[in-house]
């Protein structure tokens, strides 16, 4: 039960959610995993499907994750029980919070790993330990990296240890603060390599394939990972937001605030492919390069342009930073539950949080080398860890959060919290009682291997 009686910390400044929720979003998802999985599936039309995914599923459900938060004013565990008993309905739905907490846990375990990737990839830049004339040589660069556990393991410790360091100062000091001078400093970067892409020479090639709508490069596999990502890509269903909306004031709008962390969110995404795009395409490089595209076919365009190592370095600071403040978000659930239910201080949690991520991260990086035959069904820990959180928890998760806001808590809550006109409101029921459900249902049935498209 809750023990803390005292009026729950707040966001200081007028942007303080709005830049740390964006923060939130914005992350290897975006600058890792959206150019490569948009290289898989063909490009333009497959950037449309995900338009829509994001603005008629994604930001119901961000709507509805925030205003449980605000309501519940607490961890998700909390937050979701306490309004959950405003509405009189049973204990059990607290699960979702349980969850939800769960699942942002279990993505930063395997999360720091390749933010460790994007921290030791400015330094080998830095330090000219990325050199080759190949792709074979780029890829001996990678595995020669994850074959070290010591190396490796340092990297993402490091991600570790930075993350808690930040979490544990605090909402104000530490998480707010921080993400004040890394967005506008992030912003800032990914216009320098736009810039720099603009002038690379495949620029046009690169706004072609991000833009051009060709029906037939669009798979029915590739609109389902345009949903699944559509989830991860905005933080949903992993405590992250929710938590981060129990800080929200009252005053400010939900809507309006969702919607401005997916349109950042999307614009980030689409300006990477600006940044990454031009260089692959200037080097006459393969878009469908898959997971390895920015640690291997990135640094060797970089290298045979001018200036390339200048703006190499760049773009793996602009990444690292991304990670950090999405891997702040992830712990964020768990400290507040922690400090509320256990009667911990911020940096107690913080480190206490930390070793247990620390042992489990550290499985999770020896899957590249001395635990990489540690499998169970073909995976590995790495490969199941995000294997169960974005074909499961997740899924799961936000099915969970949208059926609890269609149809088991009472409306009231969700007109107070959302406070919308009442043909917005209709909308956003709309969407949560039948859209969200039944796409989260149709990936979760292709995930089971029920269906397979
Ligand atoms: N949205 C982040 C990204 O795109 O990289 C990933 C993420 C952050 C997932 C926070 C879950 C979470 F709770
Ligand atoms: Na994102």
Redesign the pocket.
């Known amino acids: 039960m809750t023990t803390s009686q005292q009026p729950r910390v707040q966001w200081l400044g007028r942007w303080g959610f709005l830049l740390a929720a964006t923060g939130?979003?914005?992350?290897?998802?975006?600058i890792w995993k959206f150019p490569y999985i948009t290289g898989e599936f063909g490009g333009g039309a497959f950037v449309l499907v995900y338009l829509v995914c994001i603005f008629a599923v994604g930001v119901p459900v961000m709507m509805t994750e925030i205003s449980l938060g605000r309501r519940g004013r607490g961890s998700p565990v909390d937050a979701i029980r306490r309004v959950v008993n405003e509405s009189d309905r049973g204990s059990v739905w607290s699960l979702v919070g349980w969850m939800g907490m769960l699942c942002?846990f279990m993505?930063l375990s395997f999360?720091v790993v390749v933010a460790g990737w994007s921290f030791a990839y400015v330094w080998k830049m830095l330090t000219g330990g990325i050199s080759g004339t190949s792709v074979d040589d780029m890829v001996a660069v990678f595995t020669a990296h994850n074959q070290s556990p010591i190396s490796l393991g340092l990297w993402s410790t490091l991600v570790t240890v930075a993350t808690m360091f930040i979490v544990g100062k605090g909402v104000q000091k530490g998480i707010e603060r921080s993400v004040g001078w890394m967005m506008p400093g992030l912003v800032l970067m990914l216009l320098l390599l736009i810039v720099y892409g603009f002038f690379s020479g495949g620029f046009g090639e690169a706004v072609r394939f991000l833009f051009a709508f060709d029906a037939d490069s669009l798979s029915s596999a590739g609109m389902l990972a345009a949903l699944g990502h559509a989830f991860?890509?905005?933080?949903l269903a992993?405590?992250?937001i929710l938590t981060y909306g129990s800080y929200l004031p009252k005053s400010a709008s939900i809507g309006r605030t969702a919607i401005g962390v997916a349109i950042a969110d999307t614009v980030v995404a689409l300006m990477a492919g600006l940044a990454i795009f031009p260089a692959i395409f200037a080097n006459g490089m393969d878009p469908g390069e898959g997971p390895g595209l920015i640690f291997m076919s990135l640094p060797l365009a970089f290298q045979s342009m001018p200036l390339g190592t200048l703006f190499g370095v760049l773009f793996f600071i602009m990444l690292s930073m991304a990670a950090l403040t999405?891997s702040i978000?992830?712990i964020e659930a768990t400290l507040s539950w922690l400090c509320d239910n256990k009667g911990l201080s911020r940096p107690q949690a913080a480190w206490s949080a930390g070793i247990v991520l620390w042992l489990i991260s550290t499985l999770a990086m020896l899957s590249f080398n001395v635990g990489a035959d540690w499998t169970l069904g073909g995976k590995n820990f790495f490969d199941w860890l995000d294997y169960l959180t974005s074909r499961f928890l997740m899924p799961l998760g936000g099915l969970g959060m949208v059926v609890l806001a269609g149809f088991v808590l009472k409306s009231q809550t969700f007109r107070d919290e959302l406070a919308l006109p009442p043909v917005l409101y209709a909308a956003w029921l709309f969407m949560v009682r039948y859209v969200s459900p039944l796409g989260i249902v149709v990936i979760f049935i292709n995930a089971l291997g029920l269906y397979q498209v």
């Open positions: 939130s979003a914005v992350g290897l998802g975006n942002g993505v999360y991860f890509t905005l933080s992993s405590g992250a999405s978000s992830m």
